[in-house]
């Protein structure tokens, strides 16, 4: 039996009552480096198939690797920024093993001389609990290439016709980050998971190494799970769920998994070691290869390769060029906005706070740019079923927009209609205002001829006015920004009837 149907796994709340989960997460990060890991090939997503490759990444004979600079700087400010320890001289090594895709028959790798190790993440859960996460190791490797199997129902190579090779992708510069044994996660293993993995892509988005595109594969997480009785102490077998594509389902796969073992112990079965694969369709997973052993790859140090010894004063510039990281800017947001820990994390998880900082940094004030971006860039967010970060508005446009209320070119309501304009793709918020004719009426002579029609319109309500009825007003307000389309400023029109009427 390969996959576990649904009905056979246990209930939840069961798999806690009887056994403790211990996670272990390796993430896979592609650094935007320009070229590969060993070789000056570029490394555009997207290019045509084999289109970006040379001797040294399509491994032929004679062919000789030289390590990106850029690629090692990357991997010290990624060890730095998790508080990892840096070596001071390690090498890379060969992880040998033939597949298709690797066509040089090894990876070159890290071993047991990764250049970052002992560092720590701490992640913020949706509740506001911190739950801190060990990091074993940071380490620098190569992408391989990619395999694309035609003809087959699933797309994978069983039951394929034929096999299409793309070797573009083969050394690409690689990051590795493993976690140390996850243990004391408790009911909140899934979620853990899902916010680790989250920390992360904010993490290296702000150190601006990788593009993070979980659906293009520049960040990709294998989540390992296993099962122990409950106050045990000894780890039970575990399973790797490979390639986990988007952080809903690194969340699902982990409860998957522990469901499904927790079935097999119970009835007596054993956990097989083996890889496992995510199905974004039915949740579930299903066997891949058994899982080798590190002696099955007969690792040994890359003799085509110097050691890579950063200088301490190299380690320590880089330490200076780490950005704000995203924790320190939330709690630096709050302190300045005044936020309590509810609105704080109600903005992060709506993934509304990077874009209001930034909304701020191009000149808005904070509560107009976070009142934006929480309700109805929000409301536009979901009514395209899209995330807000994928809107087709950047911070400095919605910025410009907040200008142009401040400056009462604009009044809130033909600022909606500038940012649907904008949103529409109909260029910078100038554009859509003077394309669209938004600007503000605040020319008194043409709101002065739309109050008097209005008034001879309405002869029973000009007569309430001068009566001194001026509450009657309104309905003559009313109909002139009717005519103005919105475009008149009430205060003023107010201001003009009563003149009017007096
Ligand atoms: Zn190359």
Redesign the pocket.
Known sequence: MTTTDIADLMDYVEVLERFDPVLGLEVHVELHTN??M????PTTFGAEPNT???????GLPGSLPVVNGKGVESAIRIGLALNCEIARWCRFARKNYFYPDQPKNFQTSQYDEPIAFNGHLDVVLEDGAVFRVEIERAHMEEDTGKSLHVGGATGRIHGADYSLLDYNR??VPLIEIVTKPITGTGARAPEIAKAYVGALRDLLRALDVSDVRMDQGSLRCDANVSLMPKGASVFGTRTETKNVNSLRSVERAVSYEMRRHAAILVDGGEIVQETRHFDESTGATSAGRRKETAEDYRYFPEPDLVPVAPSTEWVEQLRTTLPELPWERRKRVQAEWNLSDLELRDLVSAGALDLIVSTVDAGAESDAARSWWVSYLAQQANSRGVELDALPITPAQVAKVIALVADGTLTNKLARQVVDGVLAGEGEPEEVVAARGLKVVSDDSALLAAVDEALAAQPDVAEKIRSGKVQAAGAVVGAVMKATKGQADAKRVRELVLERCK
């Open positions: 070229t590969k060993f070789c000056g090939c970006q490759v040379c001797p040294t990444c399509l083969a050394g």
